[in-house]
Every structure is written in C-alpha cells, then in structure tokens.
C-alpha cells in the first residue's frame, strides 16, 4: 500500500548552511504512510540538521520541504507538530519520577470541572493512557508506577505510543536504541514496525546501527559529511552493502588498504604476527 | 513486574490499577515516612513528659507546628518544583516589618500596612525567581545572597525608621482588631485555646495536597523540579513555574509574618533567622527530595508537627531546651534515611 500513497513530507533538494559550513545538501526524501525510512550516518554526516528541519527546529535555506503537496517554513516545532510531525528524542521529554499516566499527558493534561475545582481527569487520563499502551502491545500492571522503574525500551515504547495518541503521522525516533542492549532493542525495533505498520504511521528512523534500520527499514539514506551517500529502497538494497555505505564506503576500503599494509610490513620484519 | 508482549491486543481489558493492596498504595506515598515519625515522637514525649498528655499542652504544641507548617508546606512546593529558599526566615520578618512601619509611619491604617507587605514579599519572591531563572546560578546561592541582604535591610531600616531595633506596638491603631481577628485570634474547645494559625495551617496543608495532585499546576510543579528539561519539551513554562513558587513562598511568609504582627503587636527586627532551615527540615522529613521533582505538602506540615512536638516536649519534659536543635537535626538525619530506604523499597515493588 505504501508504494501508491503519496508522501505525507516530501523534501526536494533541501540544504542548509550555518555561514561558510554546508550542514546538508541536495537532500532527497519522501515520507509515506506505513513506511519506515532509516537515515544512517556517522557522527556528524548531518542527521540531526536533518531532523532539526523535518521536526520544525531549524528552517532549511535551500530546496522544497513540502507535507501534503504544499511548501512549509517551520519556525517553531509546534507548527510541525500541528501538522502531525512529531519527534521523539533520545532523552524522551519524560520525567523519571513521575508516574507512567501522568508522563503520558504531562503538557496536554485532561482537566473537568469548572474554577476554582478544576482538576485533573485522573480517570480518563489512566484509561487512555491504558488504551494506547495495549494498541501499541506494552500491558503495564500498574500505570502509577514511576517512569524512571521501566526499562529503556519500554520507556522509549511509551513515548512513541505518546507521539501516536497526541495525532502524529510522521514519527521521527533519534537514535531510540543507541542506548539499550539487544533485547531492549528488540522491543523497541518491533514497536517501530508495529506503528508502521498497523497505525500506518510515517516512521523516520534515525540511526547508526544498519543492522538495527535493515530489521524495520521501507528505504535506507546513508549521510556523509552532509551529504547523500546512498538512497535506495529495500529492494535495491543487502544488509551488506548498506553495512559498506553505513562504515564509510570506498573510504573505508583505502582505510584498510592502509592498515593492512601497516601490518605487513610489521609481519615482514617479524615484530608482529598476522593472524 | 510489568511485562511487554509482542502482539497488540485490540479489545482492551479494564486497567489493574484498583486491584493493588491498599497499603502498597500507603506505603508509595512520600509523606508515609513522616507520618510513622509523628507516632513515635508522640509516644515518645506522651510517655517521657507528663504535661505533654493535657489538651492545654496540645495546642500549644499545635500552635508550635502552625507556624512553622504555614511555610513549610509553601516551601515543599518550592522544593518538590527543584529549588530551595533560604531567605523564607528573615523574610518573614521582612514582611511583618514592612506592614508595622507603613501601617505607623506612612498609612495611618493597618490593612494598609498589610497590603504593602503583601505587595513586599510577593515582590522578593519574584525576585528570587527572577535572579534564578536569569543568572542561572543555583538557588541555594541566589538566596543566600537575598538572606543576607534582608537580614541587613531588616535591622538596619528599622533602626532608621523608629531609632530602635523594634517597630512601635501596632495595637491602637486603625484596624487593628479586624487584622488581629483574621491572622492572630484564637477560640476555645474544651477549656483549650486554639490559636487560629492551627487552621491555617491544616488548610495549607490540604489545599497544598489537592493543588499538588489534581491540578495541571501541580503535575507542572513535580515536572519542573524532576526534569526541566523534559517539562519544557512538552511545552510547560518552567521559567514561570519557578518564579511562581518562589512568590507561593512569599505569600506564605507574608502569611506568617502577618500572624507574627498581630500576635505580638510589635516585630523585633533580628528575628526569623534560622526558620528557614527548619522550613527546609520539614519538608525534608515529609519526603521532599533535595534534588526536587518528588515530595508533599501534606508530609510537609506532617514534618512541622514533628518539630513542634519536640520543642514543646523538650520543654515538658523538663529538659534543657537547647536540647532542641540536637533533635531537630537527628530526626532529620533518621527521617531522611528511612524516607530514601523506603522509596527504593517502594520502586522496586
């Protein structure tokens, strides 16, 4: 379905410089429905300038940033959020001590009654908080509990489940599994499925472990410096060659050209052995 | 423990929330910790000090809790919103202070006086709020400095104002009794005089608790003080937060200072200082984290009764009073222990 859908975010040769420095350039994406686009880089390649302009924190100075066909300047995060571009960071804007359901609508509280007795919905603020937990398949026995005693992948799960309640089409997940070890990973890799999948949500995922986007990825970009290094779709693509692009391409190959060579001539004078 | 599964379920199942054991829910609460404190202190001086165990007593030990409850339950806000207040003590001097020299030297009126000194401390707090959120320096520093610099202020102008180091006695002036009624009267139960800040201070303290755990403020302040930055992610004005609990505390202590005016009739000008640890001190014991973002306004004025039923039974029992302080900072040491075991016992589950 996702082939023949048109791009909730389309981005036509976007670029942005900071004076002299060139952050990005002639970059080409499109973000649909149920797809899970996987932008990869090293340190630096110019994913978080990416990001910064899909999500509204930064504007782009080059190119077309269009969602749903029309051309947008973001000056705020909160117009992309409006439009249903929502960003979940690494450090998740959830505060550990707080408890799950109130973490879930920290911002965009549920109140009734009327002043001076206006107050928190608790009940439907916990069954809502319930509802999306189970769509997204977390079953937490108890939503009082602070957020700080879940899991990293489960934290992570309840802030995507957050972005999806409070309307978002487009997920952009910074880095969701750079901090947790494999299981924690899994779960939150599955989630990231999950919500393309069965919410039809536009997930961009951002990256730089290529074994981790080749698990949920519709459509690889790999940055360097800036930079376009690969675009392709699933289809066109092995894990091994984005493992190639992803460490650094036909760089890599002179790197290690040179290192082996280093080694050989340590072999050669019998100082080192070369397994 | 919860547990995570791999397929969503669409029909969704009633949450389990209800079916917890009511004293886990009890034993989660953070002001738990300062309500097993409260028994034991009484049983303590109920048992070591005689006149301890008459209702005459009580309310004086009551009375005792009042006022250092009355800010102490403004400064669990304050605490719980991540920030500390050191010149609560000398401001509420400040605050009585100012209303005694307006209402004799300048309004010829007491409400006068007293809406000067509202004006007064809502003012310091703003600025306490204002030099944190701008000089970004630790609040611990900003109001050191603004402690200080009441501390001076508060005797100095006194003296240039009435020549001493008190204020003129207030008691015959305009107003006065209607003023006196409000913050200072007392009634009588059972042959037992009350004084009216005990109500004051139980109304702080459960209009502390509800804003705090209804109210979007409330769920604002623990964000605030948990993690800033987060709050500010999701859109909550921390910089307004905190600058509003600053002036809560001012309100309090100008609250107590008013309390102070008409109990007395006179305010001498060097008083006040040290309350404020105490402030601090009961809002520790009632299960404040130093480090913001978890405590209550209920364990707080718990921890007010605390020290009010130590220094009225130091007193009873007929001990040296300045056997005091070594309570005040025993218990503290205790209560913040058993508060930190308690709370990783409770997470765990």
Redesign the interface.
């Known amino acids: 379905m996702a082939e023949h859908s048109s791009p909730i975010i389309q981005l036509t040769d976007v670029g942005k410089s900071y004076g002299n420095f060139t952050a990005l350039k002639d970059v080409n994406l499109a973000v649909r429905q149920g797809e899970v686009t996987c932008i990869l880089g090293d340190n630096g390649a110019g994913k978080s300038t990416l990001i910064s302009i899909i999500a509204g924190l930064h504007t782009h100075d080059q190119g077309i940033y269009a969602v749903d066909g029309k051309a947008m300047h973001f000056t705020s995060p909160?117009e992309a959020l409006d439009l249903g571009i929502s960003a979940v960071?690494q450090?998740?804007?959830?505060?550990?001590?707080?408890s799950i359901w109130?973490n879930f609508f920290?911002?965009?509280?549920l109140?009734r009654g009327a002043w001076p007795f206006?107050?928190?919905d608790?009940g439907t603020m916990?069954?809502t908080t319930?509802?999306e937990l189970?769509?997204?398949?977390?079953?937490?026995?108890?939503?009082?509990?602070?957020v700080?005693?879940?899991s990293g992948?489960?934290r992570q799960?309840v802030a995507i489940a957050r972005a999806v309640h409070f309307g978002a089409r487009v997920l952009i997940l910074d880095e969701p599994t750079a901090a947790l070890g494999v299981s924690q990973s899994g779960?939150v890799l599955?989630y990231i499925a999950?919500a393309a999948r069965?919410q039809g949500i536009g997930v961009i995922f951002i990256t730089h472990n290529p074994h981790h986007a080749y698990m949920v990825g519709d459509h690889f970009m790999v940055l360097a410096r800036g930079e376009v290094e690969l675009d392709a779709p699933r289809s066109e693509l092995s894990l091994d060659n984005l493992m190639f692009h992803m460490a650094g391409g036909a760089g890599l190959n002179a790197l290690q050209h040179e290192l082996l060579r280093g080694e050989q001539a340590a072999a050669a004078t019998g100082k080192v052995g070369v397994d | 423990?919860?547990?995570?599964?791999?397929?969503?379920?669409?029909s969704?199942?009633r949450?389990?929330?209800a079916h917890?054991a009511l004293w886990k829910?009890v034993i989660?609460r953070p002001e738990v910790g300062a309500l097993g404190g409260v028994v034991l202190v009484f049983v303590f001086f109920t048992v070591l000090a005689p006149p301890f165990r008459h209702l005459s007593a009580f309310t004086t030990i009551l009375y005792e809790s009042a006022t250092l409850g009355i800010p102490a339950v403004a400064v669990s806000f304050l605490m719980i919103g991540g920030e500390f207040d050191l010149s609560a003590g000398v401001a509420v001097t400040t605050s009585s202070l100012t209303a005694a020299i307006f209402a004799t030297r300048v309004m010829g009126n007491v409400w006068l006086g007293v809406l000067v000194a509202l004006g007064m401390s809502l003012a310091i707090g703003a600025l306490n709020g204002y030099l944190l959120v701008k000089t970004k320096l630790h609040s611990f520093l900003v109001t050191l400095s603004t402690f200080l610099m009441l501390q001076g202020l508060n005797i100095a102008i006194t003296k240039l104002v009435t020549g001493s180091v008190a204020t003129d006695d207030i008691s015959d002036m305009t107003g006065f009794n209607s003023a006196h009624a409000v913050f200072a009267s007392s009634f009588t139960i059972a042959g037992a005089t009350f004084s009216i800040a005990i109500l004051y201070w139980i109304a702080f303290a459960l209009i502390g608790t509800?804003v705090l755990l209804?109210?979007?403020v409330g769920?604002?302040i623990?964000?605030v003080g948990?993690?800033g930055?987060?709050?500010r992610?999701?859109?909550?004005p921390v910089k307004r937060v905190k600058i509003g609990l600053f002036m809560l505390v001012g309100f309090s202590v100008w609250f107590m200072g008013m309390h102070m005016l008409f109990a007395y009739d006179t305010v001498q000008s060097g008083a006040g200082i040290g309350n404020e640890l105490l402030y601090i001190a009961s809002a520790v014991v009632g299960g404040c984290?130093l480090t913001g973002?978890?405590g209550s306004a209920a364990g707080s004025a718990l921890g007010a009764f605390i020290f009010g039923m130590t220094t009225e039974g130091v007193i009873y029992a007929d001990w040296d009073p300045d056997w005091f302080m070594f309570f005040v900072g025993a218990m503290l040491l205790l209560a913040t222990v058993f508060n930190g075991w308690l709370r990783t016992r409770a997470?765990?589950?």
């Open positions: 909160r960071y450090t998740l804007a959830m505060v550990p001590l707080l109130r920290l911002g965009s509280e109140m206006r107050r928190l608790v916990l069954d319930d509802v189970k769509r997204m398949g977390i079953n937490v026995t108890d939503l009082e509990q602070p700080g005693t879940l992948g489960q799960v779960i599955r999950h069965e | 423990m919860s547990s995570v599964t791999g397929t969503a379920a669409p969704v199942a949450r389990e929330v917890q829910k989660k509800w209804r109210t979007k769920n604002w623990f964000a948990g993690q930055d987060s709050a992610a999701v859109g909550i984290l973002g978890y997470s765990s589950r």
